[in-house]
């Protein structure tokens, strides 16, 4: 497994080693001996989330406040996703910042956002399905969400037209008004 660094601490890329022939392919998704070691820190993992979208959905921008925040190990593992991680730490000289990167079922990466960060992504395939492992709980009571296009975040979303929104993230906050860590 290969552990990619992104320009902001904490938040990572595991590419796995992927054994392929004319029969399929093979792989280990997920080691904890080796992902605790990238990160640092044992990471229990205490749900497995799994969602399907369709072509220009945009779920995000998602965190939950302490004491029930969410680290996320994330992939897609059917079509195309662009994810996204904003950076909600206060006393972060990234705070505000964010990273995007293409998740799919051909590259098989999986992103690292750990305590601290809000998460999004929009579907580019006709379909996506798409893993979270969380190091917390859902905990409606204390889930929050930041506007997918606030300004002041800037993000570079690839759309062709305006996405698909649940109510909630149409109607969420802007970052100045958001919650942090």
Same mark, same amino acid.
Request: glycine share 12%.
């Given at each position: 497994m290969q552990v990619i660094q992104t320009e902001i601490a904490d938040l990572l890329i595991f590419e796995p080693a992927v054994f392929g022939d004319e029969r399929g392919f093979f792989m280990e998704s997920f080691n904890q001996r080796c992902f605790d070691?990238? @990160? %640092? /820190?044992?990471?229990?993992? $205490?749900?497995?989330?799994?969602? /399907?979208? $369709?072509? %220009? @959905? !945009? /779920? %995000? !921008?998602?965190?939950q406040l302490p004491p029930t925040a969410q680290g996320k190990l994330v992939r897609c593992v059917v079509g195309e996703v662009y994810d996204v991680a904003v950076d909600l730490r206060a006393d972060s000289p990234t705070c505000g910042r964010w990273v995007g990167l293409y998740l799919s079922a051909d590259n098989k990466r999986q992103f690292w956002l750990p305590e601290g960060f809000a998460h999004g992504f929009v579907v580019l395939s006709d379909v996506a399905e798409f893993l979270y492992k969380t190091t917390c709980y859902y905990a409606p009571q204390q889930e929050r969400c930041i506007r997918w296009d606030d300004p002041q975040l800037g993000i570079d979303w690839p759309l062709s037209g305006s996405p698909q929104l649940s109510a909630k993230d149409r109607d969420a906050p802007f970052f100045r008004d958001a919650q942090r860590f």
């Open positions: 070691d990238a @990160v %640092g /820190r044992h990471v229990p993992f $205490v749900q497995d989330n799994h969602s /399907r979208s $369709v072509k %220009g @959905v !945009l /779920r %995000g !921008l998602h965190y």
